[in-house]
């Protein structure tokens, strides 16, 4: 047998049965037509047509050539990062130092030559004890680039204002695309951006107050303040946020709606921004869309063995309603995406209709709601009857006339996924009833709801344990038979920003409808006879799932507290 190592990329990827013949003559026509080198990857173009992932490529090319390769196009450069390496060392050694990842201790360096063992090893020997080096692939005159773009401006938020604070800021530069980096208010907002991004917010806040602007991000569901900067800062800023979201910068007394996009630690990160008139001046907010933390496989929800095998069941029913529930920020929408991505094969002809879009999927077609179009679900969902789908995702179920419509894809042998705004999972019936959907079209036709929140993790270096006390035994439902247990309390540390908290998980109720229950749904029994039916069938509520992820010490009873109610269980 030959060696692989010996074959082209695209020649691997094909013998692998990763991409088709088609569909490497279609990235070598798009390489072509854009003009670009021959040093181009073709594994950057095979992921932007979305043939492949970046991780297949990246085995691909772990396998092909024992290196691994960057792009520096539309960076957003990392402040602490580039401190680590100075610019003459960076010329000598033709390295640029992309992001330095401080869980890890790590400095991912963008390497013309990857195999120079002693540039590694004076860069390593010049670094602080204990950073590691992950060298990547990066043509030479990027590289170049990179360091004459980058180097030599102050890229840290304090160093900026500062700089601000002594020199005058050019407005008409502002949308400028030539030397842009010479700008600092272009700097300012990208190291803004970055730094966000960096600790892991899902919304920025840029709020003007009449002396000040206040800059708030939100992590893990919570607001926190990071800055406070005097006003003068934030007509500058905000026609910073307008160029880059395609806004208007002309228009202040309506609200406009945009989209950014930048790389960041060689990953594409999309924003949601909004932009809104107030008393003090235009309010901003970015809504985070990394497709990293948006697209979780199933299995990586954290749920239960029993409950996964019970959501897989579901999934594998052929047609039906399946509902997702619970509040704005509750994580419905990456639920339905790991579903989504579950079943996505290419015998599966999947469909979607959202308001809007947030996270593009390969082979599933997507549709924005359109209401200057005039077209909102129900219509949406009238048009994609007749594009011939087997699964249908409909982004939020408002009203009768939707509702009506998706009840009917399903009857008429589609799957259908759906949210509702309810709060528990049995609590979608009544919902539903409410809405004006008949009891028996819902009885047969419902395949099951699932019901989450979100909590937050506990840190990991600073969680202490605790024996619980009787009130804390109870609302585990632990009797006084049973054996002291042991349960996990917030602290805080410098890893956490003394929070107490990292990250955030889901808590569920999978409701599958059982003939029983679908009996009762069509008689319109009272919900106490519902809930007693799904008891009897194995149901475990949202409370159960909160103290199961209590007692493994994964969050603490009062974060579950927080999002759940748990007064019942001290009744």
Not at 126 to 141: A, F, R, Y
Not at 321 to 337: A, E, F, M, N
Not at 476 to 497: M, N, Q, V, W, Y
């Amino acid at each position: 047998m030959s060696d692989p190592s010996k074959f082209p990329l695209g020649k691997l990827l094909i013998q692998k049965g990763v991409i088709s013949e088609d569909q490497l003559r279609i990235a070598l026509i798009e390489q072509k037509r854009g003009g670009l080198p021959s040093g181009e990857p073709l594994g950057k173009l095979l992921v932007s047509l979305g043939f492949v992932t970046e991780a297949t490529v990246r085995e691909a090319l772990s396998e092909n050539l024992n290196q691994q390769s960057a792009d520096l196009g539309n960076l957003v450069v990392d402040a602490i990062a580039l401190k680590l390496i100075p610019k003459d060392v960076a010329k000598r050694y033709r390295v640029f130092p992309i992001v330095y990842e401080r869980d890890t201790d790590n400095l991912i360096l963008a390497m013309a030559d990857t195999s120079n063992l002693v540039a590694l090893d004076q860069i390593s020997a010049m670094l602080v004890k204990g950073i590691s080096i992950t060298p990547m692939l990066v043509n030479e005159s990027d590289i170049a680039r990179a360091i004459d773009q980058y180097y030599g401006f102050e890229l840290s938020i304090d160093g900026i204002l500062l700089e601000i604070e002594t020199g005058e800021v050019n407005y008409a530069a502002m949308a400028a695309t030539s030397d842009e980096y010479s700008q600092p208010m272009v700097r300012l907002m990208d190291a803004l951006l970055a730094d966000a991004v960096q600790n892991g917010a899902s919304d920025i806040h840029f709020e003007p107050e009449q002396s000040f602007l206040r800059i708030r991000y939100r992590i893990d569901g919570i607001l926190r303040q990071i800055r406070s900067l005097h006003k003068s800062y934030w007509p500058a800023m905000a026609v910073r946020l307008k160029v880059m979201s395609n806004m208007n910068i002309a228009e202040s007394r309506a609200p406009q709606d945009g989209r950014i996009s930048i790389k960041f630690s060689g990953r594409q990160i999309d924003f949601r921004a909004s932009c809104q008139p107030t008393t003090h001046g235009e309010n901003f907010v970015l809504r985070v869309l990394d497709r990293a933390k948006g697209l979780v496989p199933l299995d990586g929800l954290g749920l239960g063995e029993d409950e996964l095998h019970l959501l897989k069941l579901m999934i594998a029913r052929p047609h039906g309603v399946i509902l997702v529930t619970g509040p704005t920020g509750s994580g419905k929408t990456t639920t339905l995406y790991s579903i989504l991505n579950h079943i996505n094969t290419e015998g599966v002809n999947i469909m979607t209709l959202e308001d809007p879009v947030e996270y593009p999927m390969t082979m599933i077609r997507q549709t924005s709601i359109n209401e200057s179009a005039k077209m909102g679900f129900a219509d949406g969902i009238r048009s994609m009857m007749r594009q011939d789908p087997d699964v249908i995702l409909v982004g939020e179920i408002r009203d009768r006339e939707t509702a009506e419509m998706a009840f009917s894809a399903a009857m008429t042998g589609h799957q259908v996924y759906s949210t509702l705004h309810t709060n528990s999972a049995i609590g979608s019936v009544s919902r539903l009833l409410d809405i004006g959907i008949l009891p028996d079209i819902m009885a047969g036709n419902i395949i099951g709801i699932v019901a989450q929140r979100l909590v937050r993790r506990l840190c990991p270096h600073c969680k202490q344990s605790v024996l619980a006390d009787a009130v804390e035994r109870r609302l585990l439902g632990l009797g006084d038979a049973d054996s002291p247990a042991t349960i996990c309390r917030a602290a805080g540390c410098e890893r956490c920003a003394h929070q107490g908290y990292k990250g955030r998980m889901a808590i569920m109720e999978i409701l599958k409808v059982s003939a029983a229950l679908d009996e009762a749904i069509a008689r319109r029994a009272p919900l106490r006879e519902l809930k007693d039916s799904a008891r009897g069938a194995g149901f475990r509520s949202l409370v159960d799932d909160g103290m199961r992820r209590v007692l493994e010490g994964a969050t603490s009873l009062e974060e579950v507290a927080r999002v759940v109610d748990l007064t019942d269980r001290l009744a």
